[in-house]
């Protein structure tokens, strides 16, 4: 029986040792493993915050995790080994706890017999779950939100996606079409399309702006527009020489007042005409066909409109308009084809396809009249009484053969000193091959640097006036 | 120290013995049985004993009763502020015997088993002093020549806590002689009906004698041949080490700590105990239980505790509040 009770109650003690160990060894590794879980999820998250670098740290951090936990754990271990009591002050412990006094102490000493197991050997010792779950719980808590928390991936490029610059065509498209936008003379629906469309394809994935399939899109809407402005100028400009010769061609005319034409006169007149308002219909046709039309406003007037009437059915200031919109919109017109100048004299070139049969036309003609008694004080002669003084080529007239001169419409015609028949603005040709914008992958090509430059010293208009001279 | 081992049936008898001296001792303490328990256990373990109390609770009645009850001789001396110490000790005086004049000891009433110092604190500091050497080395000295008390000696001295005017209180080191120092209180009105129904006026009571003297000292034997087991020792020192300032928390407001001697008599006093109750070991329950008795009188506060209220006995319940018998820390997971 002794024995029994003795064997019993060692084995209550190395049960009790054990358990105590064990208590020692959670108590310490509990609230370690809390904090080490709270620095994991900190460290996590703040490497899941940066992109990219869970990819590269999340492994080494729940390795480090885990190291720690042993290393913890073991210094837990060592911690509970150390504060393990030893045999003699747990078993004074253990009768005390279940008030045997000392009866459990003299028998373990050998004095006495072993004590009775008593009914309640387990009070005292009973975990406390709360203590123990309540750690355990708020790691797993942490721990879980790591888990669950996104990293952030790592970006293709770092930074701002760089801005590209826009293709060459696509710019030089822009800025016509901006161009276009500024001449009300053309349909601005047209207008507002073709930007649209610009505004598309700009659109699209800047890296594919440089692709071969865009570079060749941003190119044809460059030259379709380019090409479109260039006709709609050229048309404008065609109209607008066609009125030009118009009005010269009545003002000549009227000059004659009542003096009949030769029928070689009246014939060629005619023919003129019929040239005139074909060239000017064919304009029309294009200022009204092309996908950049004209506005609405200026076709039906531009339809409306009689050459041969044009004095008498517009007004000085309708007619001005006209002029003024047909030159707006002639600016567009490549500089090759010269400009329009409804005054004309500033020795630039404006040479019409009619030009030649105009002169021809006034010329066969042979309709002179004298020179009106001119406004003002002459100049270049001596005043003889009164009256003002005459055409500052009147006296040439015979001696230069010439029938009957007559006065072109324009302003500054009257201020010369001797007649202009007709002058333009237009330019010398200088360089047919100059550069006219990028036309493939930005590839520049260089002009001839004049080599085309004429060098007559006289104009073509100049040149021509003398040839109708020494006719 | 005797290493023989204490039997079971020994202690039974013992503790049987002890029991019929408690209850022959209850007659005359009526109502007073722990007192009385503590007494029996105080003499078991050969210490002195103080008894303070107010005059008219039986205090030398208790003393007359134990006498009887063991059998042993006994003698009261009242302190009185002229008492000298050869009151106490004995005098020589000259003495013509067959021609011869020589100087014959004549003992004084220290010479018995019980002494009854009724009123101690009334004697002068002189007289009181000559009571030092007889309850720690149990003998006098007289004329040079040392003489032993009788075994067993016992002191068992009583003073009135009330009229102090005239009075000596007792040193430190006087104090420190006595092994328990008890408070005897009035009982309540059933015992003082008992003490009605079972006295009379100038008759003291009746004291059967439980054992012979030489029963008592067997029984003293015994009493030291109860196991003290190492860890109870290990408390034992680690109360009375608490008893000094800044050793416990308990200790705030103690001037001085209990001495080397009480934690010899913690554990004397405990073996007794024990072997009153019949067990062969002291255990922690004994050590509780007369901790007041042994520490509260070996105790001195400071002025500061002294104006707050304490008393000794407060702080000795703090200090065993304070120390447990098992100095293990527990885990906080475990409840």
């Known amino acids: ?176 079409i901006e161009t276009a936008e500024a001449k009300p003379e053309l349909d601005q629906k047209a207008v507002a399309a073709l930007k649209q469309r610009s505004d598309e394809m700009l659109k699209q994935p800047q890296d594919s702006w440089y692709s071969d399939s ?176 005459g055409e500052p080529l009147g006296d040439e007239r015979e001696r230069l053969k010439v029938q009957s001169p007559f006065h072109l419409k324009g302003g500054k015609a009257g201020q010369d000193p001797g007649i202009i028949i007709k002058s333009s603005k237009r330019a010398p040709e200088v360089d047919k091959k100059a550069w006219k914008g990028q036309t493939d992958g930005g590839q520049a090509v260089a002009g001839d640097g004049g080599s085309d430059a004429e060098n007559s010293d006289l104009l073509p208009e100049e040149a021509q006036l003398l040839k109708k001279f020494y006719k | 120290m005797n290493h023989d081992v204490l039997k079971d049936h020994e202690a039974r008898d013992a503790a049987a013995k002890s029991a019929l001296l408690v209850d022959a001792m209850e007659r005359v303490l009526i109502g007073q049985r722990e007192l009385v328990s503590l007494t029996v256990c105080g003499v078991l373990a050969r210490g002195h004993i103080l008894l303070e109390g107010l005059p008219g609770l039986g205090k030398t009645e208790l003393v007359k009763g134990l006498s009887k009850a063991l059998g042993l001789s006994s003698r009261r001396i009242q302190f009185t502020p002229d008492l000298l110490p050869g009151d106490i000790t004995g005098t020589a005086i000259l003495q013509e015997q067959e021609g011869h004049r020589s100087m014959v000891f004549n003992p004084g009433p220290i010479f018995a088993n019980l002494v009854m110092a009724d009123e101690i604190n009334r004697a002068s500091p002189k007289t009181q002093s000559a009571m030092l050497e007889a309850m720690q080395e149990h003998c006098v000295t007289s004329m040079g020549v040392t003489r032993k008390l009788p075994e067993p000696f016992f002191v068992l001295a009583t003073q009135n806590p009330i009229e102090l005017e005239g009075t000596y209180p007792l040193p430190e080191a006087q104090m420190d002689r006595f092994l328990f120092k008890l408070e005897i209180r009035q009982g309540g009105p059933e015992s003082l009906q008992r003490i009605v129904m079972e006295r009379e006026m100038g008759i003291s009571p009746e004291v059967p004698q439980v054992m012979s003297s030489d029963d008592f000292i067997q029984l003293l034997a015994l009493s030291r041949r109860v196991h003290l087991p190492e860890v109870l020792a290990a408390y034992i020192a680690r109360l009375v080490d608490a008893t000094h300032p800044g050793r416990s928390k308990a200790a705030e407001g103690v001037r001085y700590g209990a001495s080397p001697r009480a934690a010899l008599a913690f554990a004397t006093a405990a073996k007794a105990r024990a072997l009153m109750q019949g067990r062969i070991h002291a255990g922690f329950d004994d050590v509780k239980a007369l901790a007041v008795p042994i520490l509260a009188h070996r105790i001195l506060l400071d002025y500061r505790a002294r104006l707050e209220g304490q008393s000794p006995r407060d702080i000795v319940l703090k200090l065993l509040e304070e120390i447990k018998p098992a100095d293990i820390s527990s885990p906080s997971v475990l409840r």
Not at chain 1, 66 to 73: R, V
């Open chain 1, 1 to 176: 029986m002794s024995n029994t009770l003795e064997h019993s109650w060692r084995a209550e003690l190395r049960y009790t040792r054990r358990r105590l160990a064990f208590a020692w060894w959670l108590d310490r590794v509990l609230p370690a493993q809390a904090i080490l879980a709270l620095l994991l999820a900190l460290s996590g998250f703040l490497i899941k915050g940066l992109p990219g670098r869970w990819e590269l740290w999340g492994q080494a951090l729940s390795v480090a995790g885990l190291g720690l936990f042993l290393l913890i754990s073991c210094a837990a271990a060592w911690y509970a080994r150390r504060r393990l009591p030893a045999e003699m002050p747990l078993v004074a412990h253990l009768d005390h706890q279940l008030g045997l006094n000392c009866a459990l102490v003299s028998a373990w000493e050998g004095r006495g017999d072993w004590p009775a197991l008593p009914d309640r050997l387990g009070e005292g010792r009973s975990w406390d779950w709360r203590r123990i779950f309540a750690p355990l719980l708020a790691s797993a808590i942490l721990l879980s939100a790591l888990a669950w928390s996104p990293a952030r991936p790592l970006p293709l490029f770092h930074g701002s996606p760089p801005t590209r610059q826009i293709p060459m065509a696509m710019q030089e498209a822009q800025r016509l």
């Open chain 1, 214 to 389: 865009f570079l060749e899109a941003a190119e044809n809407l460059r030259k379709g527009v380019e090409v479109q402005l260039a006709q709609q100028g050229a048309a404008a400009k065609t109209f607008g020489q066609a009125i030009h010769s118009s009005l010269e061609i009545a003002a000549a005319l009227d000059a004659m007042e009542d003096m009949p034409l030769t029928p070689e006169a009246k014939d060629a007149l005619e023919k003129f005409r019929d040239k005139l308002n074909a060239s000017a219909k064919e304009a029309l046709d294009q200022l009204a066909a092309s996908g950049l039309p004209a506005s609405p406003e200026l076709l039906k007037k531009l339809q409306d409109l009689a050459l041969d009437k044009l004095s008498s059915e517009l007004s000085a200031d309708d007619l001005a308009n006209l002029k003024n919109a047909l030159q707006n919109l002639a600016d567009l017109a490549p500089a090759d084809l010269g400009v329009l100048d409804f005054d004309g004299g500033d020795g630039k070139g404006d040479a019409s396809p009619w030009e030649n049969e105009e002169g021809d036309l006034l010329a066969m003609l042979g309709l002179y009249k004298d020179g009106q008694d001119g406004q003002g004080n002459g100049e270049g002669g001596v005043s003889r009484g009164p009256g003002d003084g």
